[in-house]
């Protein structure tokens, strides 16, 4: 005969939700402080001066889990950079970026909420970019791809832009979308960055403001006199 099933038997039975979401929780967790950790490693000690074992250490993982999750270096530079897209406040800067595009109705506000969104985003994405850069150039085949990666992915989001802010007539009529992409992708380049911070010393919030008063000055109509 077969032993009678009772209440405690089926809970038992059940798979445990809560332990796979906490197990789901501690992967991410361990996740964001590998990356956390990496991203201070190569930006101190530079691409090729870190190795997956001192960015493992640094985690307390193994090196073994760093390539499961990552892949080696190159997928967790990209993953830093990808990350570093987000922003820091709270829904992601796209996302935040789109529904200002949609949603403005003062053609200079937008400039300038596009201005807080580059002084948000590029101290957190720049230095990364100008990591990328600089190993490319250095000879780094993987990182000379992620480079022309990045590029072209970063142009395809201020093309994005540049025809969304188009199609509310906000900007010159001459304009197009190209061009406009141009000034934008410009306007968020980690050299400009490079320059203006990290050489010359401006706070992120100066910067940001520069960069709403040349998009600004670049893409909209002269006030009426």
Do not use: C
């Amino acid at each position: 005969m077969e032993a009678p099933v009772n209440a405690s038997n089926r809970e038992a039975s059940r798979p445990r939700a809560y332990d796979a979401r906490r197990r789901q929780e501690a992967a991410e967790e361990s996740r964001m402080l590998v990356l956390a950790q990496a991203r201070d490693l190569f930006l101190t000690r530079g691409y090729g001066r870190t190795t997956i074992a001192a960015i493992a250490g640094a985690s307390s993982v193994s090196k073994e889990s760093v390539y499961k999750s990552f892949g080696g270096k190159p997928g967790l530079v990209r993953a830093i950079y990808e990350q570093s897209l987000l922003g820091a406040g709270g829904a992601p800067a796209e996302e935040r970026s789109d529904r200002a595009q949609a949603t403005v109705t003062d053609p200079r506000e937008l400039m300038e909420q596009f201005g807080r969104f580059i002084s948000e985003v590029s101290p957190l994405g720049s230095p990364v970019y100008l990591l990328i850069r600089d190993a490319a150039a250095s000879g780094d085949p993987d990182m000379a791809a992620l480079l022309n990666d990045v590029d072209a992915a970063r142009y395809r989001r201020m093309l994005h832009n540049a025809r969304q802010v188009l199609a509310r007539g906000f900007l010159r009529p001459d304009l197009t979308a190209e061009e406009v992409a141009d000034v934008m992708f410009t306007s968020t380049s980690a050299e400009l960055y490079e320059v203006l911070v990290l050489k010359r010393g401006w706070s992120a919030e100066r910067y940001g403001q520069f960069m709403a008063r040349t998009l600004a000055a670049n893409l909209l109509p002269e006030p009426p006199a």
